[in-house]
């Protein structure tokens, strides 16, 4: 089977890093060309010691971005948001797939969602005709029309939207939701804040703590939102809250989502009693239902686990691969679905998920260097 | 002032030694007095050996249950749901303040509820006459006119419905809250699980890891519930989702409230558009507007620090310290309030405030014993 | 080339679902067939959900020992110390290498010594003569030669002694080391401790701490002991002090080795003064060429990698790979070869190892099924 | 008694910080005055929210150095070296006392040490006529007599030194060392990197890792020789190994010294064999005996523990405390002492003992201040 020659914007980020990681041990990689403006001319070594010994099928140091570029097949860019545009125009130009982690192609022709957001409009908005939401659960067979008609952009999706996406599409998709608001409550491991030092990464200030940041703010809202919409045709608002939790890696978002159709438990024992009941049997039949709707939905997906009834998803069993694992749960009168949907941030959430994109972009197996199991410990 | 002997039953589970450690430094103490099932007649620091060379006001090693009361002039009890209630009429008997760190009397005369979710009634149900839900911040005069009319039982509050509690009482008292569901999101530290090992708070499968557990069932739902319903004397549904973070200490709860007075910022662009925008600048207002609601609700409050506009409350600026971190924030879309409530499980969540209690019984400074200060780090 | 059918006795333990993980992996495997005493009859995603997905080359749940033997071509097994001779010795009578990661067949000949340290002597002394110290790097050429004449049976390293003993061999084999004691002072990660939940890996009481256990007396002493007089030829003290550290996974040894041509740099400035010197260009000279000595006899390892000179080695650039990260110092006044040598304790201490040595047993390319690289975070 | 006026400068540093939490809790705190070229006019609690509500005795904002020094009584400095000797010349000329965390004052009249290691030479040499290294437990007595006769400048010694020294101390005082070096082996929280974010603190890269850095060249080196050789009265040589391990407070050194009466064990079972004994009764009543000289040696320091026979030092049981634990041991063939050594870095470690010296020199109770028990979780 054809082997590619696989450049990488921006691989000393740390999606770069676990993207030239995925890379090296993809079955279809020939070579691979690392860019880096900060340690442009070093070997990857040098600046990621953990790769030593691994490195033949880089070739050269970290180079220019044109020259790696050049050089590629197919082409990943992990840059700030608003740096890679030109890139991708340059591998539309050439008829090169471009895989982008950042946000500059995950909003399409809504510029203006983007801009508002993100703090500036589009350097070149005619791309968004060749670029496609990279989520590939969501839009697999886009991605696949749009790869088999010329040059395609991925707009990787984030980390948080990933997770809150996979948790509440089987919701959305099959018409469990109700009307009200989605609350995405998430928290992320710190490898998420990147690979800058920073007072919030310090570990003296980020070990053994739990704090929310950009409550009501965070720029994954509206990508949230819009795949919301996307998936059932309607806007919905979205509440999402993230925390930064002290594990390397992980995000486990929790999502509440009303349900259309609400059992009929009375809440409490009587008017005058102040407090719920337990979960009756019938909600817990109800909770098994629901289970099943996402288990059916999710059958055939590679990578979406939804687990056994009555377990809970947890980071550490998909830590280091592509998986997102899902448990649905109900509160205890029935009225809200409870979805637990965890993922590597740094994979599924980042690097995985784009391979992954290029698995389907080139017709590979989906799971092509994505064949990690997770370790638990 | 008025020293006192002090009786801890239940001393070697976790809440038991921190109420150990906390007391020992306490100056209104006198004598303190030890007892544990599990290692009668052992020294204190045999079990925990942190205590080493600081045990002069513990009287005799680890007693019997009944030898600790009969020493005391105020009993602690740090017992499993459901043994402690003999105890408890024993001191009431006695005329001796009972402050009970179990669920056993955080349900008043609502046995029903008690029932439902712990799996057996009362055995004293007429002991709940002499009883109160100790939360200082909600029911400091009820505490003290009991006290006043004889000997008192203390429910002392559950870890996480502190922290919610505290969080949503302002929003609640002011009348802020809106109709529908208040979500109760909330991440716990491992000695939430207390001191046997499990495979839940094995080092190598909780490390590194962030999981939710007992999904709309878990036990402090009805606890928080009913509070909610004593503030605003109506009946309103709570769904509440407990996680477990890799951290020692430290509750993080993140509050979902719909508010009453919603703004009215159209939550996209237009109605084509499928993503809210960024919270605009009414939106920022009516956030300060709502934390100039919750400070001045907390400003005479010893143990609620309201956070200044623009923070989030995190774990580690409470640890070790018995105050309850508040922060007050508001969704993109003006639609809810999200509150953040940090406290530390083991001090404001168990033992600081059920030693706060024994202050209000007794008529001490409030903040006696437990003035220590968070250390960040 | 060959697949095989591969029986794992204790699959449930860390290092029996380590194996397992890697083996699924592994390019050679045909069949797995698990036994476990604990969980027999279950399915191995029911104990360890991390597998969920990733069990169809797993044939049936957990089942007898005797039957995961009969139906396997090579057999692992990670049991208790002393229980696993009898399932060697069918090994054996069926012609069938055994893989052993308990201690058993660490000792060879030497029953005294294994008697004395595990409590009792061997069930089978006679095995012994198909047994070999399964540590590649000392005696690959051993292992291949007793494989290709019958039933091999390795006694897999321990994890402290695998880190000691690579980090030592240099010195010792090139005659670097001079008289006295080498001290091993190592530390490591919580798993190291097995699957079952104590006091000591409970999660409160083992996060943020540091702790040595278990000083002079640890059972990896006569182990490591052993090997450094099988690279030279002498016996040579060993003092080992094995500490436990808040990670999942890492053994991190620094090894004190008197050299034997010490530096002659006096210790201070003058008779009168009292402090040492910082290093001298003269020391910093040494340090180079003992470094290049390192680097010179693994150069043709594929596990083990001497860092570049100047660099220390960390466990987290060795997480979840095959790799002993090795580098070399000196102390300030040139008496002291200082080495530090990291590895993952599941891995190249228990299970990667174990792999290691059946890709010599059959031939198969040495990093077959342990090609993954470490991932930094 | 007394109240003071204390000033911190470089309160903003995490030793500063923890000063002024443990100051603010000292009951002879009359006003303290804090200093900070960083955050000048700031308030402290802009920069460390954890003391949001405890700042009564804080008079004014961050100040200048000198504004701070002339408010004050006695003055504390924790700033990086060579910054402070010109404070602490204003100090002794107004006759205050100057309690130094940095290592200016370490080394007395010894400045070519100081000099070769730090790389520069003293400021104002004669200072040292007034100043004195600041390890209660070796200097008491010297401390006293050189307040008592004037302004005395403290050199509090470093958190390696501080554990290392007085782990060593009654086995150099009592002559049980034999020739040879001592060898210390530590490891440190990251609070011991300071404040400032870097890569070598970053959470993703140091969380899940322990790794040796400086090896053979730490600047505590020469520090702890020089305390040896004081204790002792001869240079001995010593060989520190420093590393950093995933826990935010606390250091363990594990200190190897040579015993003068090293027992006649035989270290094998005969000459043909290769691996050591396990420890004979003697061996253990040997280290019996040891362990009682530590504990008679200390049994009147009110901050050392010598912990029961048997026990092992472990950092999380002086946590927040300013106790040294210590536990003594032997290795299997009873030639070597083997001491485990605890403290928390940024109490026993800086500032706790900081604060005793100045108990020390004022006459307070030595434990004023300092009393607080560590929690064990």
Request: with cysteine; net charge neutral.
């Given at each position: 089977m054809q082997r590619m020659n696989i450049g990488i914007i921006g691989a000393t980020g740390y999606a770069g890093a676990e993207l030239t990681r995925i890379l090296l041990g993809h079955p279809q990689t020939a070579e691979l060309h690392l860019s880096s403006v900060s340690f442009e001319g070093e070997a990857l070594e040098t600046v990621y010691p953990n790769f030593l010994g691994n490195?033949?099928?880089?070739?050269?140091?970290?180079?220019k971005a044109e020259d790696a570029i050049e050089a590629s097949d197919v082409v990943f860019a992990s840059l700030p948001h608003g740096v890679g545009e030109d890139f991708a125009k340059t591998c539309v130009e050439k008829g090169k797939p471009f895989i982008d982690l950042s946000a500059d192609f995950r909003f399409g022709a809504d510029e203006r969602t983007f801009a508002a957001w993100y703090g500036a409009g589009y350097r070149h908005p005619e791309l968004r005709r060749r670029s496609v939401y990279g989520l590939p659960e969501l839009n697999r067979d886009a991605i696949r029309r749009l790869a088999d008609s010329g040059p395609v952009i991925i707009g990787n999706p984030g980390c948080y939207p990933t997770a809150a996406i996979l948790g509440a599409m089987p919701a959305l998709a099959r018409g469990l939701a109700g009307d009200g608001a989605i609350i995405v409550d998430a928290a992320s491991g710190v490898t998420g804040g990147g690979r800058e030092p920073a007072r919030a990464y310090h570990y003296p200030e980020c070990a053994d703590n739990v704090s929310p940041y950009?409550?009501?703010?965070?720029?994954h809202t509206p990508e949230i939102s819009r795949a919301f919409a996307d998936i059932r045709g309607v806007f919905r608002p979205v509440i999402f809250t993230p925390h930064l939790a002290p594990v390397n890696r992980g995000i486990l978002a929790t999502i509440y989502i009303p349900l259309?159709?609400?059992?009929?438990?009375?809440?409490?024992?009587?008017?005058?009693?102040?407090a719920p009941r337990p979960p009756s049997k019938e909600i817990a039949a109800q909770a098994e239902a629901l289970h099943a709707v996402y288990a059916e939905f999710y059958k055939?997906?590679?990578?979406v686990r939804v687990l056994p009834f009555g377990a809970a998803a947890s980071t550490n069993r998909v830590r280091q691969s592509n998986y997102c694992d899902i448990s649905a749960h109900v509160d205890q009168s029935g009225s809200t679905l409870i979805i637990a949907s965890a993922i590597d941030n740094m994979v599924k959430g980042a690097a995985g998920q784009a391979v992954q994109n290029m698995n389907i972009i080139f017709g590979f197996e989906e799971n092509a260097g994505l064949a990690a199991i997770p370790a638990l410990f």
């Amino acid at each position: 089977m054809q082997r590619m020659n696989i450049g990488i914007i921006g691989a000393t980020g740390y999606a770069g890093a676990e993207l030239t990681r995925i890379l090296l041990g993809h079955p279809q990689t020939a070579e691979l060309h690392l860019s880096s403006v900060s340690f442009e001319g070093e070997a990857l070594e040098t600046v990621y010691p953990n790769f030593l010994g691994n490195t033949k099928k880089i070739v050269g140091g970290l180079k220019k971005a044109e020259d790696a570029i050049e050089a590629s097949d197919v082409v990943f860019a992990s840059l700030p948001h608003g740096v890679g545009e030109d890139f991708a125009k340059t591998c539309v130009e050439k008829g090169k797939p471009f895989i982008d982690l950042s946000a500059d192609f995950r909003f399409g022709a809504d510029e203006r969602t983007f801009a508002a957001w993100y703090g500036a409009g589009y350097r070149h908005p005619e791309l968004r005709r060749r670029s496609v939401y990279g989520l590939p659960e969501l839009n697999r067979d886009a991605i696949r029309r749009l790869a088999d008609s010329g040059p395609v952009i991925i707009g990787n999706p984030g980390c948080y939207p990933t997770a809150a996406i996979l948790g509440a599409m089987p919701a959305l998709a099959r018409g469990l939701a109700g009307d009200g608001a989605i609350i995405v409550d998430a928290a992320s491991g710190v490898t998420g804040g990147g690979r800058e030092p920073a007072r919030a990464y310090h570990y003296p200030e980020c070990a053994d703590n739990v704090s929310p940041y950009k409550v009501g703010c965070h720029r994954h809202t509206p990508e949230i939102s819009r795949a919301f919409a996307d998936i059932r045709g309607v806007f919905r608002p979205v509440i999402f809250t993230p925390h930064l939790a002290p594990v390397n890696r992980g995000i486990l978002a929790t999502i509440y989502i009303p349900l259309a159709d609400a059992r009929a438990q009375p809440p409490a024992f009587s008017p005058k009693e102040t407090a719920p009941r337990p979960p009756s049997k019938e909600i817990a039949a109800q909770a098994e239902a629901l289970h099943a709707v996402y288990a059916e939905f999710y059958k055939d997906e590679p990578f979406v686990r939804v687990l056994p009834f009555g377990a809970a998803a947890s980071t550490n069993r998909v830590r280091q691969s592509n998986y997102c694992d899902i448990s649905a749960h109900v509160d205890q009168s029935g009225s809200t679905l409870i979805i637990a949907s965890a993922i590597d941030n740094m994979v599924k959430g980042a690097a995985g998920q784009a391979v992954q994109n290029m698995n389907i972009i080139f017709g590979f197996e989906e799971n092509a260097g994505l064949a990690a199991i997770p370790a638990l410990f």
